[in-house]
Structure formats: structure tokens, C-alpha cells
Nanobody, 124 residues
Framework: VQLQASGGGLVQAGGSLRLSCGAS????????LGWFRQAPEKEREFVAV????????FYDDSVKGRFTISKNTAKNTLYLQMNSLKPEDTAVYYC??????????????????WGQGTQVTVSS
């Protein structure tokens, strides 16, 4: 499985960014794909996840109402639309996958597949 994230960058507080993640190497029908992030000197933390089949989503409370996770199954691409960005959203964002999906979707060690990460920097 290969996950290729893109779309990070520098944005002012209150701005928006959309991350993309191209997924390849297998069919993802029974998988969950999502995003984690890691800020400097902090542990990786869960952001959002989506079940590839059915589209059920889960979000961390810190991003609910501001971030939207979505997918294009025909293109095998995952997205994260980030609005109303805050300086505390600054981190490296990682695309992840787990097959099959799990109820413990918020735990980083549940995910076997990780992309290379894309930097998001929000200035105040």
C-alpha cells in the first residue's frame, strides 16, 4: 500500500487548505483511511477517519465543525478540507490506512500504512 499526501502549506489563521492523499496498492473496500497530525515535540494525534465503504466519518473534537474528510473512490483519493484554521493546527499531517477498519480508529498504532506527511503551518 502506498499513500501520497499533498496540499500542505503556509496559511494565515482563519484561512483554509485542502489536503489530498492518493492511495494505491490494493482495493480499499473494507478499509478505513484517515489523517493524523504531529506538532513539534508532541505525539501523533488523531484528526479524522472515513470508512472507505459506506463513508462513515469520525473526527477529533478539536476539528469538528472546521474540518471535513471525504473520498473519491473512483480516484482512490482521500481529502481533508480544513477551514477556520488556527495556529494550533500547525503540524505535519499524515495520511493513514487500516484494513480492515477498527473501532479503535483514534489510535495511531492501529494503522499499518502511513504516508510521508505534508506540513501545514498556520500563522497568527
Amino acid at each position: 500500500v502506498q499513500l501520497q499526501a499533498s496540499g500542505g502549506g503556509l496559511v494565515q489563521a482563519g484561512g483554509s487548505l485542502r489536503l489530498s492523499c492518493g492511495a494505491s496498492g490494493r482495493t480499499f473496500g473494507n478499509c478505513a483511511l484517515g489523517w493524523f497530525r504531529q506538532a513539534p515535540e508532541k505525539e501523533r494525534e488523531f484528526v479524522a477517519v472515513i470508512k472507505w465503504s459506506g463513508g462513515t466519518t469520525f473526527y477529533d473534537d478539536s476539528v469538528k465543525g472546521r474540518f471535513t474528510i471525504s473520498k473519491n473512490t473512483a480516484k482512490n483519493t482521500l481529502y481533508l478540507q480544513m477551514n477556520s484554521l488556527k495556529p494550533e493546527d500547525t503540524a505535519v499531517y499524515y495520511c493513514v490506512a487500516r484494513c480492515p477498519h477498527t473501532v479503535a480508529y483514534y489510535l495511531a498504532n492501529e494503522y499499518a500504512y502511513w504516508g510521508q506527511g505534508t506540513q501545514v503551518t498556520v500563522s497568527s
